[in-house]
């Protein structure tokens, strides 16, 4: 089972992915397929790091933000 805080950060983590152009350019330009990118966005897979980071940058949005 989902944990609800995966879930909530992947909600979060959509919403940036959303700003970006969706999730197959955000894919495409990251180098990841969109089928991790959407299970990132729907919490089944652990955002690694470094993934969380650049979307935030590019966001202008706050680690903190996505991860609480």
């Known amino acids: 089972e989902i ?3 995966r879930k909530i950060i ?3 983590f959509k919403e940036l992915v ?4 969706g999730q197959q350019p955000v894919a495409l330009d990251l180098s990841i397929s ?3 990118l959407s299970n990132y ?3 089944l897979t652990p955002i690694p790091f470094e993934v969380a980071a650049e979307i935030c940058r590019r966001t202008d949005s706050s680690l903190d933000w996505l991860a609480t």
Do not use: E, N
Request: charged share 40%; proline share 0%; glycine share 24%.
């Open 34 to 36: 969109k089928d991790t």
């Open 10 to 12: 992947g909600g979060r």
């Open 41 to 43: 966005c729907r919490g």
């Open 3 to 5: 944990s609800a805080d």
């Open 18 to 21: 959303r700003q970006l152009g």
